[in-house]
C-alpha cells in the first residue's frame, strides 16, 4: 500500500531557530515529491522535487529529495511567527492516464515570538 | 487571475442527507481533483475529473460521486451522509497540457455532519 510518512508530527520553536521537517515515502509510480504549506485552509504550493540531490530553495526555505532512500527533507532557516502552519508532504503517483497525490498526515509547526 | 474558487465555505447537514460542493478551477485548468481532509489528517484523494469523465477514483464508496461540465467546473456529491464525512473538502485544479504535476487547491468546503 502507497504511503508518506511525516516526522515530527509537531513541534514548537521560537523565532530564529532552524527546523528540519521530514518525509519517507513507499510509492509505486513515483513521478515527484511536493511540498505545501497549509496555514488556515488551501493548501499552498512550496516546492516540487523530481531529482535526487538538487536542492530547491525560496527565501528561508529550502528540500532536498533523496530517491535512493526514499525520503525528502524541508529546511526552515531563521523562522518567523507567519511560518506557524501544517506542512504536507505529497508524493505525486502516475497512475496512467492520470496523476494523484498522496499526502502524509503532515507537521504542525508552532513558532513563538 | 482568479484560483480555484469553492462553494459553499461553510455547510451544516444531517445523517442521511445530501449534500452537493462545487468547484471552479484556476483559469486554464482543465483538471479537478477532490480531496477528502478530515481533522489533524493530511488530504485523501476521491476521485479526479477530466474531459467530463472520471479518470481516477480513489478508496470511497458510491455515495461520493461527482461531475465535470464543459466549462472545467465541477461537483461533488455525497448521499446517504455519515457522522464521518465530516470533513474539509478540497479542490484541486491542474492542466493536463503542463502534465498535471503541480495542483492548486482551494480554500476547500468545511461539512459538518451532525
Known amino acids: 500500500e502507497d504511503k508518506v510518512v511525516q516526522s515530527p508530527l509537531s513541534l514548537v520553536v521560537h523565532e530564529g531557530d532552524t527546523v528540519t521537517l521530514n518525509c519517507s515515502y513507499e510509492v509505486t509510480n513515483f513521478r515527484s515529491l511536493l511540498w505545501y504549506k497549509q496555514e488556515k485552509k488551501a493548501p499552498t504550493f512550496l516546492f516540487m522535487l523530481t531529482s535526487s540531490g538538487i536542492e530547491k530553495k525560496s527565501g528561508r526555505l529550502s528540500s532536498i529529495l533523496d530517491k535512493k532512500e526514499l525520503f525528502s527533507i524541508l529546511n526552515i532557516t531563521a523562522t518567523q511567527t507567519g511560518d506557524s502552519a501544517v506542512y504536507l508532504c505529497?508524493?505525486?503517483?502516475?497512475?496512467?492516464?492520470?496523476?494523484?497525490?498522496?499526502f502524509g498526515t503532515g507537521t504542525l509547526l508552532a513558532v513563538q515570538p | 487571475d482568479a484560483g480555484v474558487t469553492q462553494s459553499p465555505t461553510h455547510l451544516i447537514k444531517t445523517r442521511g442527507q445530501q449534500v452537493t460542493l462545487r468547484c471552479s478551477p484556476k483559469?486554464?485548468?482543465?483538471?479537478v481533483s477532490w480531496y477528502q481532509q478530515a481533522l489533524g489528517q493530511g488530504p485523501q484523494f476521491i476521485f479526479q475529473?477530466?474531459?467530463?469523465?472520471?479518470?481516477q477514483r480513489g478508496n470511497f464508496p458510491d455515495r461520493f460521486s461527482g461531475h465535470q461540465f464543459p466549462n472545467y467546473s465541477s461537483e461533488l456529491n455525497v448521499n446517504a451522509l455519515l457522522l464521518g464525512d465530516s470533513a474539509l473538502y478540497l479542490c484541486?485544479?491542474?492542466?493536463?497540457?503542463?502534465?498535471?504535476?503541480?495542483?492548486?487547491f482551494g480554500a476547500g468546503s468545511r461539512l459538518t455532519v451532525l
Open positions: 505529497a508524493v505525486l503517483n502516475y497512475g496512467g492516464a492520470t496523476n494523484k497525490l498522496i
Open positions: 483559469s486554464g485548468h482543465d483538471t
Open positions: 484541486a485544479s491542474s492542466s493536463q497540457g503542463s502534465g498535471a504535476n503541480v495542483l492548486t
Open positions: 475529473y477530466y474531459e467530463e469523465e472520471e479518470r
